[in-house]
């Protein structure tokens, strides 16, 4: 079946802190990947996603790259900020007829301090 | 603007009642998800909906069903609330298609059941 697995947090960083939060997965198929976030109160919203191996996606300083031969999609900021204090989700997604379900990791619980 | 909404920010209901959790989206899409998220356990899906009237359970179904009359309108039923149903309930929806992977989020409805 599919997993995702993410690095437990929760993670507290210091502002301008260089940020790495782990993601690897396991599918039957081809996947997409996905980096969700869940910022205080509110829903998730899709932060980046790649489709195919080597693809990087990136978005509000955040990237990720897909890498096929490691199965891993390590979310990556060189310089955080307070207002990225958030739980980030990482997530795939293989094709089913056009039925695209998520599967999501744990999530991970970050703070920035100022 | 993309838009996914649910009919509760919090709820409180007692043990044995009947819920319903509403989600409407407005953007026309075909796929629509029920989501109850947890502390370490990330997002869990319950049940999504591919077109009217159509359903499939996702990894939990026990204790809920659903109701899509309508394209826009997604419902979550607890037939039966009980204290282990107590927790974050997050609705989605996506286009249908190959490729069409990115799922919208509503805010959530946080249920608490006495």
């Known amino acids: 079946g599919n997993s995702v697995t993410q690095m437990e947090g929760p993670v507290t960083l210091s502002e301008e802190a260089f940020l790495t939060i782990n993601c690897t997965y396991t599918a039957t198929g081809y996947p997409s990947l996905f980096w969700y976030v869940q910022y205080p109160g509110e829903g998730l919203q899709l932060l980046l996603k790649?489709?195919?191996?080597?693809d990087k996606g990136s978005n509000k300083g955040f990237e990720a790259t897909y890498r096929k031969e490691t199965t891993s999609f390590h979310l990556e900021k060189g310089s955080v900020q307070v207002s990225d204090s958030a739980v980030y989700f990482c997530a795939l997604s293989v094709s089913n007829f056009g039925n695209e379900k998520l599967t999501f990791g744990t999530g991970t619980r970050l703070t920035i301090i100022p | 603007d993309v838009k996914v909404t649910q009919s509760s920010r919090y709820l409180v209901k007692r043990t044995g009642e009947k819920v319903f959790l509403e989600c409407v989206q407005d953007?026309?899409?075909?796929?629509m998800f029920w989501y109850r998220q947890d502390p370490g356990l990330g997002l869990r899906l319950i049940y999504f909906s591919y077109d009217v009237k159509m359903k499939e359970k996702g990894d939990i179904p026990e204790g809920y069903s659903v109701s899509r009359e309508k394209k826009e309108r997604f419902s979550l039923i607890l037939e039966s609330a009980s204290t282990n149903q107590t927790s974050m309930y997050l609705c989605?929806?996506?286009?249908?298609?190959?490729?069409?992977?990115?799922?919208?989020f509503g805010p959530g409805t946080r249920l608490t059941v006495t």
């Open positions: 790649a489709t195919k191996a080597d």
């Open positions: 953007m026309d899409h075909e796929n």
């Open positions: 989605a929806s996506s286009l249908y298609g190959q490729g069409k992977r990115e799922q919208y």
